[in-house]
């Protein structure tokens, strides 16, 4: 099988830092969105299309420098297509059937489960369900008998919502579902093309571990602490010659002695944390600098941003070069 990775939204929601870097990208528990995302793929994956758009060149240049186990291919789109047009962008020569990710989802998902529950169920595909309080950012399913989904209504008013369990982002389907896209034209996928599914079979799969949506600076702070959480984010071990809890994922070239910190930090690649600063449910990106004696809390620092000496941050987004 295959995977269709989706993966050219503009990550509005998590800007200014979106203005200059792909939300995939951005480092959550060590490693970027992205990769934690693919993570679940099965290791006999035939091959990874990226269906690319916002930023699709370094998407595609970070991919050919940080090589994945299967092989990767980037399908960019000329304008935003959304979802739906996305995947049809990305349609030739797919599998069937074959694995459709979001790339911002952070989950405990068995894939093999999944296509065995697409292979036993038969109809057009199988949907991951997760269960949330608050529905209104995502696509809501009604289930029937057998979770046969019978209803699929995206982002709805909460009285409008037929459950609380949502799409995963994270599915199986047979190539025919490629076939009912519109071509040549913006799609939204949950929108226009997955209602009009429902009676051809389309099931969902409930999730019962970890699941979030890293699409917010406070879902992705959130995702990182599943992350660490669930063993993914690496030994998290404290640095040496720092002081504090943890866990904490230093990247390549970060320099970070003598600092302090709390739980669940990145350290990206090239950062810098001085010493006598304080750290704790943050993401530094690429160079981002927190000088001497400043705290950082509840907050995502952009690439090369800086937090001047003795400075306080909590819950800000620093875009790349920000100050504060
Ligand atoms: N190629 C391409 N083109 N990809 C896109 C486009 C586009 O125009 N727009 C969005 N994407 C990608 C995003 O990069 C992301 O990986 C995925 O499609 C979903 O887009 P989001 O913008 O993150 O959507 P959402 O979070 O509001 O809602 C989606 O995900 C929820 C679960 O997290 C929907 O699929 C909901 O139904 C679902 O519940
Ligand atoms: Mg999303």
Redesign the pocket.
Known sequence: MKALV??????TRLRPVTYTVP??LIPIAGKPMLYHVLDLLPPDVEEVVL????KSDIVDAYVRGHPLRWPVRTVP?AQ????G??MK?AADGMSDPFFLL????IADIDMAALARRQADRGGVGVMTLAEVEDTR???VAALGEADRITGFV??PEPERAPSHW????VAVYRREVLDAIPPGR?VS??QEVVPQLLDRGLYGLRLSGYWD?A?TPERLLRSQRLLFDGGRGGKGALPTGCFGSGPVAVMTGATVRGASFGRYVTVGPGAIVESGAYVENSILMDGARVDRDATVIGSLLGPRSRVHPGHRVTGQVLGEHGEA
């Open positions: 989706l993966i050219g939204g503009f990550g939300k995939q269906a690319t758009g916002y789109e935003p297509l959304g979802t047009g996305g962008n979001n790339s911002d989802v950012p995502y696509g995206e982002k949502i799409n995963a982002g913006p996928f949950e949506d699409g």
